[in-house]
């Protein structure tokens, strides 16, 4: 590990592109992988769990621990995202069964006591809903004091959702525990929401000849044939699902994008501005509401995320596959 590590917790509803952030978060030295948080949200609990800790095996990090946090939102219960990532989460591929963990701690007790051991210093990304975060504020009020950085994949705040005409996924499946989330955060002496939303994620696509290109470039290295088999097969799924719905067989790489800005926040440009989110309107919950004026008066509590260097985080990203199929992430 390196000298320049920081502490690192993730918070994941282990989906596809979870999975694949997750992959790219191990295949850099700089990520001190404290733990891994899991919540309801594309798949239920156990099953995101489970994708969890088969996808950190995968990347030889199945020392990692894993936390399981809550099994249901907040919010009225929503549908989940099988649709996109299929019935386990993974798509097409199949994983080894992975080893239960004995005596894994709640999400919710692991990332406080996180932030409070490393205050100042731990890097929080959050890929999914916001209900384990929600549930830590209301336990311990300081956490946005205790952050070095707080990234969410999360919102649409300049385009339209990708779940309703308004909403996108993470924020819609528990729009009261975002509400809670955007509304600790960004006080005084509070890190900010640094929030990766559809407005740069969409601009950041990878097809089946840019999988072709990682596997030709990670070709006979020690871990390349596992790695990619578990690519090819878990994306093809979100290939045809794109393709039957946009005509199009692309991969938005929405996880991944903000796990790459929690370890290098100059990949976006972004916006202070004030956010909140709709919870009770009957066309617009899980909306992401920006106050780009100032006419509410409020503090800005976001940093939110207006442009993206697109190449450059492919390019990271096809590196990071490469290190993985080197054997970075083994211990």
Same mark, same amino acid.
């Given at each position: =590990?390196?000298?320049?590590?920081?502490?690192?917790?993730?918070?994941?509803?282990? %989906?596809?592109?979870?999975?694949?952030?997750?992959?790219?978060?191990?295949?850099?030295?700089?990520?001190?992988?404290?733990?891994?948080?899991?919540?309801?949200?594309?798949v239920?609990?156990?099953?995101?769990?489970?994708?969890t800790?088969?996808?950190?095996?995968?990347?030889?990090?199945?020392?990692?621990?894993?936390?399981? %946090?809550?099994?249901?939102?907040?919010?009225?219960?929503?549908?989940?995202?099988?649709?996109? !990532?299929?019935?386990?989460?993974? %798509?097409?591929?199949?994983?080894?069964e992975?080893?239960?963990?004995?005596?894994?701690? !709640?999400?919710?007790?692991?990332?406080?006591?996180? @932030?409070?051991?490393?205050?100042?210093?731990?890097?929080?990304?959050?890929?999914?809903?916001?209900?384990?975060?929600?549930?830590?504020? =209301?336990?311990?009020?300081?956490l946005?004091?205790?952050?070095?950085?707080?990234?969410?994949?999360?919102?649409?705040?300049?385009?339209?959702?990708?779940?309703?005409?308004?909403?996108?996924?993470?924020?819609? !499946?528990?729009?009261?525990?975002?509400?809670?989330?955007?509304?600790?955060?960004?006080?005084?002496?509070?890190?900010?929401?640094?929030?990766?939303?559809?407005?740069?994620?969409?601009?950041?696509?990878?097809?089946? %000849?840019?999988?072709?290109?990682?596997?030709s470039?990670? @070709?006979?290295?020690?871990?390349?044939? @596992?790695?990619?088999?578990?690519?090819?097969?878990?994306?093809?799924?979100?290939?045809?699902? =794109?393709?039957?719905?946009?005509?199009?067989?692309?991969?938005?790489? !929405?996880?991944?994008?903000?796990? @790459?800005?929690?370890?290098?926040?100059?990949?976006?440009?972004?916006?202070?501005?004030?956010?909140?989110?709709?919870?009770?309107?009957?066309?617009?919950t899980?909306?992401?509401?920006?106050?780009?004026r100032?006419?509410w008066?409020?503090?800005?509590?976001?940093?939110?995320?207006?442009?993206?260097?697109?190449e450059r985080?492919?390019?990271?990203?096809?590196?990071? =596959?490469?290190?993985?199929?080197?054997?970075?992430?083994?211990?």
């Open positions: =590990m390196s000298d320049r590590a920081e502490p690192f917790v993730i918070d994941v509803d282990t %989906g596809i592109d979870d999975a694949l952030a997750l992959l790219y978060a191990c295949a850099h030295e700089e990520a001190q992988i404290l733990g891994v948080s899991t919540v309801v949200g594309n239920p609990l156990a099953a995101a769990t489970r994708n800790r088969a996808v950190l095996r995968l990347a030889g990090r199945a020392d990692v621990a894993v936390w399981p %946090g809550a099994p249901t939102a907040l919010s009225i219960s929503v549908r989940d995202a099988s649709e996109i !990532h299929g019935k386990t989460g993974l %798509g097409h591929a199949v994983l080894p992975p080893e239960e963990q004995a005596g894994a701690l !709640h999400a919710v007790d692991s990332i406080i006591a996180a @932030a409070r051991a490393h205050a100042g210093r731990l890097i929080l990304c959050a890929t999914g809903p916001l209900t384990n975060i929600a549930l830590a504020l =209301m336990r311990e009020p300081e946005p004091r205790l952050v070095k950085r707080f990234v969410i994949m999360g919102g649409a705040y300049a385009e339209p959702g990708n779940v309703t005409p308004a909403a996108e996924f993470n924020i819609w !499946h528990d729009p009261e525990a975002a509400r809670i989330v955007f509304r600790s955060f960004g006080g005084v002496g509070a890190a900010p929401v640094i929030a990766i939303g559809l407005d740069v994620t969409r601009k950041t696509i990878i097809d089946e %000849g840019d999988l072709a290109a990682i596997a470039r990670v @070709a006979g290295k020690q871990h390349a044939s @596992a790695l990619t088999r578990f690519l090819e097969d878990a994306s093809r799924f979100y290939f045809e699902r =794109m393709e039957k719905t946009y005509g199009r067989r692309i991969f938005t790489m !929405h996880d991944p994008l903000a796990l @790459a800005v929690a370890l290098d926040p100059t990949l976006v440009e972004t916006r202070r501005a004030a956010v909140d989110v709709e919870t009770s309107g009957r066309l617009t899980g909306a992401t509401i920006v106050d780009w100032g006419q008066g409020r503090l800005a509590n976001a940093e939110v995320a207006v442009a993206v260097d697109a985080f492919r390019r990271l990203f096809f590196e990071a =596959m490469d290190r993985l199929a080197e054997g970075a992430g083994a211990t």
